[in-house]
C-alpha cells in the first residue's frame, strides 16, 4: 500500500470519475436533451394554461348587448373571454368549424342559439346560461313592478357563512406539480447514476483495471470515491436541468410560486444526496458479484425494480393525498423516503418531526448500506472468471 491518506484517496477516485464522465459527449447530450424536452414541457403547458382559460366568442343581431355582461360572468368563472361582433352567420359558422372560434352566440337574449364545433366549454355554458336566466328573471320582474336592479342587490347581500376546520391551500395544486417533478427528477437522477456506478464497476473488473487500482487503493476507498465522484456528475446535471426548469417555469408563468420551487429544489439535492449513497452502494455491491456486462442486467434489474416500484407507488399514494398516514409512514422510511419526502415538503404537508425522523433514519440506512455493500464490494470484486454468490461473499473474511 502507498502512503495516500484515505480521504486523499477517495478524493482522487471521485475526482477521476467525476471529470472522465462530465467530458463525455454523452453526458452533454443528454443533459441538453433533458433540458430542450423539459423547455418544450414548459412551453407547452403554457399555452395549455393559456388556451384552457380564454375563449373567443363571436356574437351576433341581439345577442351583442351581451357581451360585457358575458365577460364579467365569465370571469367569475375564471374564464378569459374575448368577444367579436359578426354579421354573416354562415362565415362565423365556418370560424367555429376551423377552431377561429370557441362559439357563435345568436338569437334575442332571453332565447340565446349556441353553435359550437362538439361541444361548449363548462365554464362557458354556465356563463351564457346565468345570462340567459338571469335576462328571464328580469322579465318576470318587471311583468310585476319590481326594480330588477333592487331585487339583484338584495341577492348579492344573501350570503352563506362557510366555516372550514382545515382551510384549502389555494395553491395545492402547484405545490402537487412542483412536489412530483422534484420527486421525478430524483428518480431519473438515482436510476441513471445508480446504473452508471454499476457498469463503471464492471467495466473495471472485467479489463482486471481493479486489479491495479487496488494494489494501491483499499476496497472501500474506491467504492466510496466511485460513488462520490459519480454522484456528483448526477447532482450536477440535477441542478442545472431543476434550476433552468425552475426559470422556465417562473417566466412562463406555468408556476406562480417560484420561492416555493427553489425551495424545493434545494430539498431536492439534499434528498438526492442522501438517496444516491443509499442505491448507489447497492447497485455497486450488486455489480462487483458479476464479472462480465453481459450478466450485469440481472443482478441490477431488482434494484431498478425497487426504484421504479417506490416511485410509482410513491406518487400515487401522495398525488392522492399526501397527509394520508399510510403516505406520512412510508416517506420516513429508507427505500421511499429520498422519493416521496421532497413532494410531501413541497406539498407542504410534512410536519417538522417527520422530516428529522426520515433524515435520521435514511442516514442509519445509508451508513448500513455503505458497510454492507462496501464488504461485498470488497470480498467480490477481485474474483473473475465466474458469478460470486451473494452468500459466499457476507460469510467471507476480508
Known amino acids: 500500500m502507498s502512503g495516500l491518506s484515505p480521504s486523499r484517496a477517495v478524493f482522487l477516485v471521485?475526482?477521476?470519475?467525476?471529470?472522465?464522465?462530465?467530458?463525455?459527449?454523452?453526458?452533454?447530450?443528454?443533459?441538453?436533451?433533458?433540458?430542450?424536452?423539459m423547455g418544450g414541457f414548459v412551453l407547452f403547458q403554457a399555452l395549455l394554461l393559456d388556451n384552457a382559460s380564454r375563449d373567443t366568442v363571436a356574437l351576433n343581431g341581439q345577442a351583442t348587448v351581451l357581451a360585457e355582461p358575458l365577460r364579467q360572468t365569465a370571469e367569475s368563472f375564471g374564464r378569459d373571454i374575448e368577444t367579436v361582433d359578426v354579421t354573416d352567420v354562415a362565415a362565423a359558422e365556418r370560424q367555429v368549424r376551423d377552431g377561429e372560434v370557441s362559439a357563435l352566440v345568436t338569437g334575442a337574449p332571453d332565447a340565446l342559439r349556441v353553435v359550437v364545433k362538439e361541444r361548449l366549454n363548462d365554464d362557458l355554458r354556465n356563463s351564457i346560461d346565468l345570462i340567459v336566466k338571469q335576462q328571464v328573471l328580469n322579465a318576470q320582474l318587471a311583468e310585476v313592478g319590481l326594480n330588477p336592479a333592487d331585487v339583484a342587490r338584495n341577492v348579492d347581500r344573501a350570503k352563506v357563512d362557510v366555516v372550514a376546520l382545515e382551510p384549502a391551500d389555494p395553491q395545492r395544486g402547484e405545490r402537487l406539480v412542483v412536489g412530483?417533478?422534484?420527486?421525478?427528477?430524483?428518480?431519473?437522477?438515482?436510476?441513471?447514476?445508480?446504473?452508471?456506478?454499476?457498469?463503471?464497476?464492471?467495466e473495471e473488473k472485467s479489463s482486471r483495471v481493479v486489479e491495479i487500482l487496488l494494489s494501491t487503493l483499499r476496497p472501500w476507498h474506491l467504492l466510496l470515491g466511485k460513488v462520490i465522484g459519480l454522484g456528483l456528475v448526477g447532482l450536477v446535471q440535477l441542478v442545472l436541468i431543476g434550476g433552468v426548469g425552475l426559470g422556465l417555469a417562473a417566466v412562463s408563468g406555468v408556476v406562480a410560486l417560484p420561492g416555493v420551487a427553489g425551495g424545493a429544489l434545494a430539498v431536492g439535492v439534499l434528498w438526492y444526496l442522501l438517496g444516491f449513497f443509499l442505491y448507489a452502494t447497492v447497485f455497486a455491491a450488486a455489480a462487483s458479484l458479476v464479472p462480465r456486462q453481459e450478466e450485469l442486467q440481472s443482478v441490477i434489474t431488482p434494484i431498478s425494480m425497487a426504484i421504479v416500484v417506490v416511485f410509482v407507488v410513491g406518487i400515487n399514494l401522495m398525488?392522492?393525498?399526501?397527509?394520508?398516514?399510510?403516505?406520512?409512514?412510508?416517506?420516513?422510511?429508507?427505500?421511499?423516503?429520498?422519493?416521496?419526502?421532497?413532494?410531501?415538503?413541497?406539498?407542504?404537508?410534512?410536519?417538522?418531526?417527520?422530516?428529522?425522523?426520515?433524515?435520521?433514519?435514511?442516514?442509519?440506512a445509508v451508513a448500513a448500506i455503505t458497510w454492507l455493500g462496501g464488504k461485498v464490494y470488497a470480498n467480490a470484486v477481485l474474483r473473475t472468471g465466474t458469478r460470486v454468490k451473494l452468500r459466499e461473499v457476507l460469510t467471507t473474511r476480508h
Open 319 to 364: 398525488v392522492q393525498d399526501g397527509s394520508d398516514t399510510l403516505v406520512a409512514v412510508l416517506s420516513v422510511l429508507p427505500p421511499f423516503s429520498p422519493i416521496m419526502m421532497p413532494g410531501r415538503m413541497a406539498l407542504g404537508v410534512a410536519p417538522l418531526w417527520q422530516v428529522l425522523l426520515a433524515l435520521v433514519l435514511a442516514l442509519l
Open 14 to 37: 471521485a475526482r477521476r470519475e467525476f471529470t472522465s464522465r462530465v467530458r463525455t459527449r454523452s453526458f452533454v447530450i443528454s443533459t441538453v436533451v433533458v433540458l430542450a424536452l
Open 180 to 202: 412530483v417533478v422534484i420527486a421525478a427528477l430524483l428518480y431519473y437522477s438515482l436510476l441513471v447514476y445508480g446504473t452508471m456506478v454499476a457498469q463503471g464497476v464492471v
